[in-house]
């Protein structure tokens, strides 16, 4: 893990209102290094742990701030498709 992926991490919790020292960060990749857990799933995995560990919902990391929309809604060509759906009878042949 490079000192890019520390910041990276450090800044995610800091949106979620959670304060790391990079000491923290290095320290818990270093050991999901020793079960070869690298790369996203070990910034993924040191984000979540150290949320949690401060008492805030892991979960907090992937609401956005869209807004809800009905698909009735949607009128603009090109953003919204027809789609038909087949009934469980039509799926047999997929199964």
Avoid: C, W
């Amino acid at each position: 893990m490079s000192n890019n992926d520390v910041a990276e991490i450090q800044a995610t919790l800091k949106n979620i209102g959670v304060t790391a020292a990079p000491e923290q960060i290095e320290n818990k990749l270093k050991t999901l290094a020793q079960f070869k857990v690298t790369g996203a799933e070990a910034k993924r995995n040191a984000t979540r742990s150290l949320a949690r560990a401060a008492g805030v919902d892991p979960s907090a990391l992937y609401k956005g701030s869209s807004t809800p929309i009905h698909v009735a809604d949607v009128k603009e060509d090109g953003k919204m498709g027809n789609h038909e759906s087949k009934s469980g009878a039509d799926m047999g042949q997929y199964i």
